[in-house]
């Protein structure tokens, strides 16, 4: 199985264990992740705020070269995801982006290939059995929560991956990989994504009250599929002992009996005294 | 096309009205005022005008009030409301499209550090090709003045590897360069 691979800009660096351990755990399913050569930035959170056609442009270069590759895109990060995947929606649509677009990047572009979230190839195009087949470790008592912030789920009309309000996809996968996934209310919050950068107290609240929602559960840690609410919910935990915040995709490697060592390593809140307690050194 | 300065005024409200369903597409006109939005947005508390208030206030044409407001910057674009709205108002799109507007005509309003993280945010990937963490950062301080605040925090996350020093410039930079040029001179102070 061959996909062409949009890491996205935080995947190079804030997030890099989220992409590491992303291709690892696919190679482990034998899957390729191919990345598309030169892409740039989609302009995530910022340009859709300043400029329709800048933002129409700089996701349409991505998904002109990406088309090339002659398969399906596949996206980690949620912010690149919805970006990717509401420019092709609005290409399809609109008559008026299909004759502008092309001239814009200098690139011809057919919207023939979709743009597909990791999580929703494991639950649809692999299947969580097999996913499950390849578990060597169980993460037996492991008490997560699935926290899935806002543009895995939303819009729905565009991202349409799982139920806006109470999604499964991640808790299924990760009672698939032997983790106790517990049900909480905090699943589908907002984190307040860029808005650590200009105005911390609004997204300290946010992330406040997600973790409070996280330890009302009893839960351990939060697992996440996304750079900026995994950064997030990271540093602003308030209190003294945060709980750790995983990537799937970290998980997922751990259970495999991959080397998760040097993913871990590069967490703000360390959680190696957590797997520890539960047999992972 | 209605001129630039008549969005601004009062006066002028209807055409304000028209240039923003014109510009989103979007019909806030539907809205009724349930609540259904302000109830479900996690940051109305930061907001000065409630998201259902906003929407009536682009429908009585209070143009200025509207531009100048802090909501259409603290709107984290989560897309609860619209998600929820029984009216089917696509919302977020109707702050994406005041934003642009108010940032096209210049419109100093009450939040100043949001709508300059954009531009400096855009103003990486004109130059870079892709997000460049630490300039952007940088770049952010010196324009709000804002220097010492999370210093101990960057530092963790250049020593972790979180953040790199140098920016990677991709080779299609300058088909990027042509792409803003094309589409419309933003990202420039």
Not at chain 1, 45 to 73: M, P, Y
Not at chain 1, 140 to 166: F, M
Not at chain 1, 246 to 253: A, V, W
Not at chain 2, 31 to 41: A, D, E, K, R, V
């Given at each position: ?44 959170s ?103 912030g806002c ?38 919050e907002c984190c307040g994504g860029s808005l650590l950068?200009t105005r911390r107290d609004i997204e300290g609240r946010l992330v406040a009250g997600i ?21 997030n ?49 | ?36 939005c302000t109830l479900s947005c996690p940051v109305s508390f930061a907001m000065d005008y409630q998201p259902n208030q906003l ?14 407001s802090r909501t259409i910057w603290v709107c984290a674009s989560c897309e609860t409301c619209a ?8 919302i977020p799109?109707?702050m ?15 939040e100043?550090?949001i ?75």
């Amino acid at each position: 199985m061959k996909y062409a691979y949009y890491p996205g800009c935080s995947q190079e660096t804030t997030s890099a264990e989220y992409n590491r351990s992303a291709v690892e755990v696919c190679r482990a399913l034998e899957i390729e992740l191919v990345e598309i050569p030169d892409w740039n930035c989609c302009g995530a959170s910022s340009c859709h705020a300043v400029d329709d056609r800048l933002a129409h442009a700089l996701v349409g270069r991505n998904l002109a070269i990406a088309e090339k590759e002659g398969t399906d895109l596949a996206v980690v990060c949620p912010a690149c995801f919805l970006r990717l995947r509401k420019t092709r929606k609005e290409f399809r649509d609109d008559a008026a982006l299909r004759e502008k677009l092309p001239g814009l990047i200098d690139m011809p572009y057919s919207a023939r290939y979709e743009v597909r979230h990791l999580l929703d190839i494991l639950a649809n195009t692999v299947g969580f059995e097999k996913v499950a087949e390849k578990v060597k470790k169980p993460l037996a008592g492991l008490k997560v929560v699935a926290y899935y912030g806002c543009y895995l789920v939303r819009p729905p009309e565009v991202t349409g991956i799982d139920d806006p309000e109470n999604p499964q996809i991640m808790d299924t996968l990760l009672k698939a990989l032997g983790a106790d996934a517990l049900d909480w209310r905090g699943k589908v919050e907002c984190c307040g994504g860029s808005l650590l950068l200009t105005r911390r107290d609004i997204e300290g609240r946010l992330v406040a009250g997600i973790c409070e929602a996280a330890r009302e559960v009893g839960a351990e840690a939060i697992v996440t599929a996304c750079g900026l609410c995994q950064h997030n919910l990271e540093t602003g935990q308030p209190g003294e002992n945060p709980l750790p915040v995983f990537y799937f995709t970290e998980l997922m490697g751990l259970a495999y009996g991959l080397d998760a060592r040097p993913w871990l390593r590069r967490h703000l809140v360390n959680p190696a005294s957590l797997l520890k307690k539960h047999g992972f050194n | 096309m209605i001129p630039a300065e008549s969005a601004v005024k009062e006066a002028d409200g209807l055409a304000f009205g028209r240039r923003v369903r014109e510009d989103s597409g979007v019909d806030f006109n539907r809205c009724y005022q349930c609540l259904t939005c302000t109830l479900s947005c996690p940051v109305s508390f930061a907001m000065d005008y409630q998201p259902n208030q906003l929407m009536r206030m682009i429908q009585t044409g209070a143009a200025a009030e509207v531009l100048r407001s802090r909501t259409i910057w603290v709107c984290a674009s989560c897309e609860t409301c619209a998600a929820r709205c029984p009216q089917g108002i696509d919302i977020p799109r109707v702050m994406d499209t005041l934003r642009q507007i108010a940032l096209r005509e210049k419109i100093a309003g009450r939040e100043a550090a949001i709508p300059a993280f954009h531009l400096t945010f855009l103003k990486s990937i004109r130059r870079w090709g892709r997000e460049y963490e630490l300039g952007m950062v940088i770049g952010l301080k010196i324009k709000t003045r804002d220097f010492f605040n999370d210093i101990g925090l960057g530092i963790r996350m250049l020593m972790k590897g979180k953040m790199g020093l140098l920016p990677h410039r991709i080779k299609g930079a300058g088909e990027i360069q042509a792409i803003f040029r094309k589409s419309r001179e933003v990202g420039e102070d």
